[in-house]
C-alpha cells in the first residue's frame, strides 16, 4: 500500500535551527574513518517524518529537533520520527536547540541526544557493535532514491526532494534544465528479485501530480551486496539501474 504525504510547512527558521544541527553532527564525525558515519537523510526540503537521520557503524540514529523555548515551528511531531524508527529499526532521538545572538546550538552538551521514548542522554558509539544488521525496506528504498538522485543531478537543473519511504510517493521530485517539473517514482529491491511497478498506478500518481509535474518516471533499481547474499548496513553495495522509464 502506497500514500502521498501531505503538504507540510516548512519555515526558515526551522531550516536555519535543520542546518545547524546537521552540522553539529558532522564536526563531531569529521575525524571517523571512512564508511563509519553517514547521512541517512540530512535534506532541508520537504517531506520529512524524523527531521534528519544518520548511520553509524551498525546503527540508524533517527532525530527529532525540539526548541528548548518551545517557539520553533517544526513540520512534523515527534509521533512520525518514532514511526520512521520503527520501521527502519533504527533508534528515535531527540535533539534540543536553543537559538542564540550566534544561531541554534544544542543545549546539552557532547551528541546533544536523549532517547525518545524516555528522555535519557545517549551517546551513538556506545550503541554500536561489530554485529551484521541486515538493512530495512526503508534504508533500501532510502539507499535506490540517492543512486537515482546522484544520477538525476549530472543532467537536470535541480533535484527539489527526496523521499526514502517506500510506502510514500513519489520518491523524488526535480526540475529538468528545461523548467519541466517531473517526478519519478522509484522501485527497489534486493538482488535476484526484479524490481515491480504497477504501471496503472503510476498512470494514476501522474494523473493526480499533474499540476505539481508536467511529466512522470520510473526508476528500477536491483541492489546486491559486495561481499554477501544479504545487505548489511556499512558494507558496500552492487547496483543495476539502467535509467528511468517515462510514465505514459
Known amino acids: 500500500m502506497t500514500y502521498e504525504i501531505p503538504h507540510q510547512e516548512v519555515t526558515p527558521d526551522f531550516t536555519d535551527c535543520l542546518k545547524s544541527a546537521v552540522q553539529h553532527i558532522c564536526d563531531l564525525t569529521a575525524s ?41 515551528r517544526t513540520p512534523t511531531r515527534i509521533e512520525q520520527t518514532l514511526l520512521a524508527a520503527d520501521l527502519a529499526n533504527g533508534i528515535p532521538c531527540v535533539l534540543t536547540m536553543r537559538k542564540t545572538v550566534d544561531g541554534w546550538v544544542p ?35 532510502g539507499f535506490a532514491v540517492q543512486v537515482v538522485k546522484a544520477y538525476l543531478e549530472k543532467s537536470v537543473k535541480g533535484v527539489l526532494s527526496t523521499n526514502s519511504n517506500p510506502d510514500v510517493t513519489p520518491s ?18 534486493r538482488h535476484p528479485h526484479v524490481p515491480e511497478v504497477d504501471l496503472s498506478d503510476m498512470q494514476k500518481l501522474k494523473h493526480r501530480l499533474s499540476e505539481h509535474a508536467e511529466k512522470g518516471y520510473v526508476a528500477l533499481v536491483s541492489v546486491l551486496g559486495a561481499n554477501s547474499d544479504l545487505l548489511f548496513r556499512g558494507e558496500p553495495y552492487r547496483v543495476k539501474f539502467d535509467g528511468l522509464q517515462e510514465i505514459f
Open 32 to 72: 571517523l574513518p571512512t564508511g563509519v558515519f553517514g547521512f541517512f537523510n540530512a535534506s532541508v526540503a520537504s517531506p520529512f517524518l524524523e527531521h534528519f537521520s544518520f548511520r553509524l557503524v551498525n546503527q540508524l540514529f533517527f532525530v527529532f529537533i525540539e526548541d528548548y523555548e518551545q517557539q520553533l
Open 107 to 141: 543545549v546539552l552538551e557532547g551528541w546533544g541526544l536523549v532517547d525518545a521514548k524516555n528522555r535519557q542522554p545517549i551517546s551513538p558509539p556506545s550503541l554500536t557493535s561489530t554485529e551484521q544488521i541486515e538493512i530495512s525496506d526503508w534504508e533500501l528504498q
Open 172 to 189: 523524488i521530485f526535480a526540475v529538468s534544465e528545461e523548467h519541466t517539473p517531473f517526478f519519478v517514482q522509484v522501485s527497489a529491491a
